[in-house]
């Protein structure tokens, strides 16, 4: 289904409301370490098409950033029913691998 890019938190909030299963990837346009994430990230939202996938610029939605309590990026938030169940930070593809395995399962 792809990445779906959230301009604002109003955005954010309906996108969540529906509830069902969310990846969040916090990131910024000047973090390296984001862009080398994103491949990974956009390959796992091709092969979950259940799940919504959604990117968040943290210096286009500070406000969402400021919510979340993000600090570094890439952070990767796992939101089931508008609940956060999991997250991971930094560039670990292990880790986000692993982590959306057992969110799936």
Known sequence: ??????PNKNEYQKLLEKGGKVVVDFNASWCSACKTMRPVFNKLSKEHDDIVFLSVDVEQASDIASDE????????????????????????KHNLESTMDSFTS
């Open 1 to 6: 289904s792809g990445v779906a890019a959230v």
């Open 69 to 92: 309590h993000i600090s570094s990026m890439p952070t990767f938030k796992f939101i089931e029913n508008g609940q956060v169940v999991d997250e991971v930070v930094g560039a670990n």
